[in-house]
């Protein structure tokens, strides 16, 4: 599953997140490049409420 397109927190820049380029720093944390600026940007993932949405964690 993509991740939701969203900007960078560092430049702006809208940022599409290819599946490979998505580092797992535990079950509930990943990490990406931005492909602009390429600063390491890390995200949460929501699970529960309206704005759940993420990538599935490959088993």
Same mark, same amino acid.
């Given at each position: 599953?993509?991740?939701?397109?969203? =900007? !960078? &927190?560092? +430049?702006?820049? @809208?940022?599409?997140?290819?599946?490979?380029?998505?580092?797992?720093?535990?079950?509930?944390?990943?990490?990406? =490049? !931005? &492909?602009? +600026?390429?600063? @390491?940007?890390?995200?949460?993932?929501?699970?529960?409420?309206?704005?759940?949405?993420?990538?599935?964690?490959?088993?």
């Amino acid at each position: 599953m993509p991740l939701p397109v969203k =900007p !960078c &927190p560092y +430049c702006g820049k @809208l940022m599409w997140v290819k599946d490979e380029s998505v580092e797992w720093l535990d079950e509930k944390t990943f990490r990406f =490049p !931005c &492909p602009h +600026c390429h600063a @390491l940007v890390r995200r949460t993932l929501i699970v529960f409420g309206e704005n759940a949405c993420g990538p599935i964690k490959p088993s």
